[in-house]
């Protein structure tokens, strides 16, 4: 189905278990970002930040408007980071404007605007680039920083969507029957499980998705050598030392299969 399609009944089966004034947020891409969606919310009692939608705000039309932008406030973290890389921070300013709907001219909604410079050659020379947010958070209690950062939490969200239909290839299920992809998508669901948990142990600080756990872990290099009536599988001794220490650390059991190693 296309994006946004049947989302205010989502949203309304996501919430039916909390109360009008108890604490819920909702982010969501600019396909979401319609009369429904926010009617929706907003009769629920939900709090959200939505990726704003030039065909149905003209957000972009408004820019004027903002006469007050306040630059990006970097973590001593993230300075020491890009200093450390020899990298610039990205010069960083946040505004904001009230959106009124053509559909309830009694309403007004604020658009937070994160503007980024970039350069494109001497043409586009310290331009800027624009991304507006339409939400219903309070601003006297949430800093225009906080707004954005609240909201781009979702990326990470995308993340694993996306690393549910190619990690593990849910974007086609196999079978005609509706019960048994349900249980293809249980199978992957133990699967990702195992990969998060071997990710975790790995990287804590930064655990790795499908492919890079694969990589490592899975696709090992190796070969099978057949003599005297025997399989054995050859492995570069560097790959044994390196699983001997994943084994060690998760303390595990010692495995009785005979290994062959070659320099």
């Known amino acids: 189905t296309k994006s946004g399609v049947g989302a205010s009944d989502q949203i309304r089966r996501a919430f039916k278990s909390y109360g009008y004034k108890e604490e819920k947020y909702l982010s969501a891409d600019s396909a979401y970002c319609n009369q429904n969606t926010i009617k929706t919310c907003m009769g629920l009692g939900v709090k959200f930040s939505i990726t704003a939608n030039q ?45 009124t709907p053509s559909w309830n001219e009694a309403l007004r909604l604020p658009v937070v605007v994160k503007r980024t410079k970039v350069d494109q050659g001497d043409l586009f020379l310290g331009s800027w680039k624009h991304y507006g947010v339409v939400t219903n958070l309070a601003l006297k209690d949430w800093p225009l920083q906080k707004v954005m950062e609240h909201h781009n939490k979702r990326g990470n ?107």
């Open 157 to 263: 969200v995308e993340n694993f969507i996306r690393e549910e239909k190619y990690g593990y290839d849910l974007k086609h299920f196999p079978c005609q029957k509706l019960k048994a992809n349900h249980a293809f998508g249980q199978m992957a669901m133990v699967a990702h499980n195992i990969l998060r948990w071997v990710a975790i142990h790995d990287r804590p600080d930064r655990p790795k998705f499908a492919k890079g756990i694969r990589n490592k872990f899975i696709h090992i290099p190796g070969k099978i050598v057949s003599h005297a009536r025997t399989l054995t599988l050859r492995v570069p001794e560097y790959f044994i030392e390196e699983v001997n220490r994943l084994r060690i650390g998760l303390q595990l059991k010692p495995y009785s299969a005979l290994a062959t190693t070659i320099p």
């Open 55 to 99: 065909a149905t705000t003209s957000w972009q039309n408004h820019l004027d408007e903002i006469t007050n932008w306040v630059p990006w406030e970097y973590s001593k973290e993230e300075v020491k980071q890009a200093d450390e890389r020899g990298k610039q921070l990205l010069e960083v300013e946040l505004g904001r404007f009230y959106w």
